[in-house]
């Protein structure tokens, strides 16, 4: 069974900056992708950025150049720096592993982290 444990959410002001980290409780060369989405009230989960092992890391048109995703293999934690922050990035913002297991994917979620951009 794998952990996430979501940090680093809160409350910033338009053009501002946060860090979301999030520490994995298993060594990250038995992952396969890593990714943060994001959810508002009443709408579907969406993918913010992903890497995968070895493979390219993508974002979301809406976060691109903003956002910047990045793991830590000694730390086992992948990391979601935000800047320029906007209204519209408000959200809750969920961590995601999977992990390839007997040929197949296990998904794992952490429990959330607010972040809340006001003026």
């Known amino acids: 069974q794998v952990q996430l444990t979501e940090s680093g959410g809160g409350l910033v002001q338009p053009g501002g900056s946060l860090r979301l980290s999030c520490a994995i409780s298993?060594?990250?060369?038995?992952?396969?992708?890593m990714a943060w989405y994001r959810q508002v009230p009443g709408k579907g989960r969406e993918l913010v950025a992903s890497l995968t092992d070895g493979g390219p890391t993508t974002y979301s048109d809406s976060v691109k150049g903003r956002f910047t995703i990045s793991r830590d293999n000694a730390k086992n934690t992948v990391s979601l720096q935000m800047n320029s922050l906007k209204p519209e990035d408000t959200a809750v913002y969920y961590c995601y592993v999977d992990q390839i297991y007997i040929g197949k994917k296990i998904d794992y979620w952490g429990q959330g982290t607010q972040v809340t951009v006001f003026s």
């Open positions: 298993i060594s990250m060369h038995s992952l396969n992708d």
